[in-house]
């Protein structure tokens, strides 16, 4: 035998060797198993990925034609074209709540936001009225703009309205409990602080 001829027996042999290793171990038994199996059902996907690839350039007009008449048929209307105006921001506050998510996905901060009473519903309608009123705030700052500052009289007599009353009253303690916490957690980095010097 010539040299070539017994470099590809050796190698069929290794092959035959490498197969036959394989075909020891139970999972590859269980795994040739289900796909002998289901051989018929693989080769009808496989004849329907074939059919795909083979349309696909029709598949594709016919997609890129619907997306078109859809999107023009949306931005026809005017509630339409502001859902249309509207998704890129959408897809900028999904981009910027993915790291948000990926977060909240730890369980010992779900647990945690669960004990801090954050997912109340009376808090989160409170929370989404603040947001509000924000957002009212900041259209009317928006459109004042170009006016003078109020002084400090007119400031002064803001605190005649009740509604500015309860605002200053509710921030207040805001700020009260926000102080509160942060000197339960001053203590408590100095408690660790002595800790670690004794």
Do not use: C
Request: proline share 4%; no cysteine.
């Amino acid at each position: 035998m010539s040299a070539p001829v017994l470099d590809v027996v050796a190698a069929s042999d290794a092959d035959a060797i490498r197969l036959q290793q394989r075909l020891s171990d139970p999972g590859t038994v269980a795994t040739l198993n289900h796909l002998l199996d289901n051989a018929e059902m693989v080769a009808g996907l496989l004849d329907v990925v074939a059919g795909f690839f083979a349309h696909s350039d029709n598949i594709i007009d016919n997609v890129a034609g619907s997306y078109h008449e859809a999107v023009a048929m949306v931005t026809a209307s005017p509630a339409g074209k502001r859902v249309v105006d509207a998704l890129p921001k959408f897809v900028k506050l999904a981009d910027q709540t993915l790291p948000l998510v990926e977060h909240i996905a730890d369980v010992d901060l779900v647990e945690r936001l669960n004990r801090s009473g954050l997912l109340d519903p009376a808090l989160l309608d409170l929370t989404w009225r603040v947001a509000e009123g924000v957002h009212r705030a900041q259209r009317q700052a928006t459109e004042e703009a170009d006016q003078k500052p109020a002084g400090l009289m007119k400031i002064a007599g803001m605190a005649n309205d009740p509604d500015v009353r309860r605002g200053l009253v509710f921030a207040l303690r805001i700020v009260k409990e926000l102080g509160r916490s942060l000197r339960a957690e001053g203590a408590a980095d100095d408690a660790q602080e002595e800790g670690k010097t004794a």
